[in-house]
C-alpha cells in the first residue's frame, strides 16, 4: 500500500503526517508536531521524519512532499498607476503566489515613497502600471524614481510593454525581471506570468540558508510555498463533487492569517453594478500584520477600537495583554497558562480573523440617479458563502460562538457602505489541522486528498 509523507515548516509549528493511500481516502497514521527550529530549518524536519518512521530516513515505501510558508511569505511592495486597475493585479499575483503585500504605491512615485520602499526592505517590487500601448507618462516617472531603490533589491517588471527597453536601461543596476504584463488590455487580466516569477524568487529566497539548502539536497526536491500549495488546494476542493458550491477557509498561523474564497460571479440583482476589475472565483488574500505570534503586535494595532471593547467584555487591561504578547518574543510557540491568558489569546484569534475577513471581501454602496437608487459593489461579494472552514492551531479548536460574534460585529468604518460578509454560513473546523498536509499530497493525490479534507471537516454547533 502506497505511504505519503508530508511535512509543512511553518513560521510557528513544522507540522508533520504520514498517509496511507487507500481506494478514495488518504488515511493518517501517525502524526508529527515540533517548534520550527528558525535558526536551522533542517533540524525540525529531521525529528517530524523520526517521529512519523520511527528513523532518520524515508522508508523505500513511502514518497515525501513537503512545503515550507519561509516567514508566512515573501514580503512585497506593489507599484502601479491606478488603485482599481494595475495595482489590484499586482496585489491579486502576488497574493495567489504565496506573498504577503508590505505596502502599496499607486500613480506617481514621490521621494518619500521611495524612502518608505528602503526603510521596509521588501524581498521583492512588483512594477505594473498601464496597459500596453497605454500610459507612458506615470510609468516612466516611476521608473525614474526607482533608481534611488537599494540595488539588492529584485524588481518585477510587469508594466506596459512599451517601456520595457527604458526598464533595462534606467535599472541597469539592479535585479531587474522582465515579465509579460499584468494587465496588457482593459478587462483582460493576466496574473500568471507574475505569480510564475513570484514563485521563482520565492524559492530562490527559501531554500538559501537556515539549512532548507540542506533538504533539497537530501531530499532531491525544493520545498513548495506553502500559500501557493494551500491555493491549489482549495482549486481542488473546489472541483470535488462534496463541495460546497460557495466556501472560505481561513488559516491562521503565527506570522499571517491566509483568507481564501470560492464564489460564483453572480449579482444579487439587476439593480446591482460592479465597479473595477472582475473578481476571480477563487482568491486568496493574505495579511501580513495579523499573526498570532510572529506579527502579534501589529495584529493588536489593526482594530484598537474592537480590541479595547473586548478588553472590557473580559475585564482585563491592555497591560495584561501587552505583557501576554512579550512571551513571543522569545519563545514563538508560547501557549496559554492560565484563564486569563487563554482569553487574550482569543481576543487576538478575534483580531486577527476580523481584520482577514474585512479586508477579503467586498463593499456595497447606494449612490442615486435620475432613474433612482443604485448599489454599486467592489471586490468579492461573500453573502452567499455557506461554509467557512477554520484551520491552523486556534481557529482548529475554535468555540463556535467566537467565530459567530467576530463576523456578525464587523462593520464599516464608512457608515454608507456596508460590508459583503457571510451572513448565515455554518462553521467547520479542520481539528486535526491536515489541510496544509493534505495540500501536499494533492500534488500526488489531488481526488483522494480532497475527499479527505471534507470528510475529516468537523461542524461547529
Not at 507540522?15 to 481506494?23: M, S, T, Y
Not at 530562490?204 to 510555498?225: A, C, R
Amino acid at each position: 500500500m502506497e505511504k505519503i509523507i508530508s511535512i509543512d515548516i511553518g513560521s510557528t509549528f513544522t507540522k508533520g503526517a504520514l498517509f496511507e493511500r487507500q481506494a478514495t481516502m488518504l488515511r493518517p497514521v501517525q502524526r508529527a508536531c515540533v517548534p520550527t527550529t528558525t535558526a536551522h530549518l533542517a533540524e525540525g524536519f529531521q525529528k517530524c521524519i523520526g517521529m512519523l518512521t520511527g528513523s532518520n530516513e524515508i522508508p523505500d515505501n513511502c514518497r515525501l512532499v513537503y512545503s515550507s510558508s519561509a516567514k508566512g511569505g515573501l514580503g512585497i511592495v506593489a507599484i502601479g498607476a491606478v488603485p482599481e486597475l494595475t495595482l489590484k493585479m499586482a496585489k491579486d499575483a502576488a497574493c495567489s503566489a504565496g506573498g504577503k503585500i508590505q505596502s502599496v504605491f499607486a500613480y506617481k512615485l514621490t521621494p518619500e515613497d521611495i524612502e518608505a520602499i528602503n526603510s521596509l526592505r521588501p524581498d521583492i517590487i512588483l512594477f505594473t502600471g498601464g496597459t500596453d500601448g497605454g500610459n507612458e507618462t506615470i510609468v516612466r516617472h516611476n521608473l525614474q524614481m526607482l533608481e534611488n531603490i537599494a540595488a539588492n533589491i529584485p524588481v518585477i517588471f510587469a508594466a506596459n510593454r512599451s517601456l520595457r527597453s527604458a526598464a533595462e536601461k534606467l535599472l541597469a543596476k539592479h535585479q531587474l525581471h522582465i515579465i509579460e504584463n499584468v494587465l496588457p488590455e482593459l478587462n483582460s487580466p493576466n496574473p500568471e506570468p507574475a505569480q510564475e516569477k513570484i514563485r521563482e524568487l520565492f524559492l530562490k529566497q527559501i531554500v538559501t540558508g537556515k539549512g532548507l539548502d540542506e533538504l533539497v539536497k537530501s531530499t532531491g526536491q525544493t520545498p513548495v510555498p506553502t500559500p501557493y500549495s494551500m491555493l491549489e488546494f482549495v482549486k481542488v476542493i473546489a472541483d470535488c463533487e462534496e463541495s460546497p458550491s460557495e466556501f472560505c477557509i481561513i488559516d491562521m498561523g503565527g506570522a499571517t492569517t491566509d483568507f481564501y474564497s470560492r464564489t460564483r460571479r453572480e449579482l444579487d440583482s439587476d439593480c446591482v453594478i460592479t465597479r473595477g476589475l472582475p473578481e476571480p472565483n477563487i482568491k486568496r488574500t493574505v495579511e501580513g500584520d495579523v499573526g498570532m505570534r510572529i506579527c502579534a503586535d501589529a495584529a493588536i494595532e489593526s482594530d484598537s477600537r474592537f480590541i479595547d471593547c473586548k478588553l472590557e467584555d473580559y475585564s482585563l487591561s491592555r497591560k495584561q495583554l501587552n505583557s501576554y504578547l512579550k512571551n513571543f518574543k522569545n519563545e514563538p510557540s508560547y501557549l496559554p497558562q492560565n484563564d486569563n491568558e487563554s482569553r487574550l489569546e482569543e481576543l487576538l484569534a478575534a483580531v486577527c480573523l476580523r481584520t482577514a475577513a474585512v479586508r477579503h471581501c467586498g463593499r456595497r454602496r447606494t449612490v442615486y440617479t435620475i432613474t433612482g437608487p443604485t448599489a454599486v459593489q467592489t471586490g468579492k461579494n461573500l453573502r452567499r458563502v455557506s461554509t467557512i472552514i477554520g484551520t491552523g492551531g486556534f481557529l482548529a479548536q475554535a468555540d463556535d460562538n467566537i467565530l459567530k460574534n467576530t463576523f456578525a460585529g464587523a462593520v464599516s468604518a464608512n457608515p454608507e457602505e456596508e460590508i459583503l460578509l457571510p451572513e448565515q454560513p455554518k462553521f467547520f473546523a479542520d481539528k486535526e489541522y491536515l489541510l496544509p498536509l493534505l495540500a501536499n499530497t494533492a500534488r500526488i493525490a489531488p481526488d483522494a486528498a480532497a475527499a479527505t479534507a471534507l470528510n475529516k471537516l468537523t461542524l461547529r454547533e
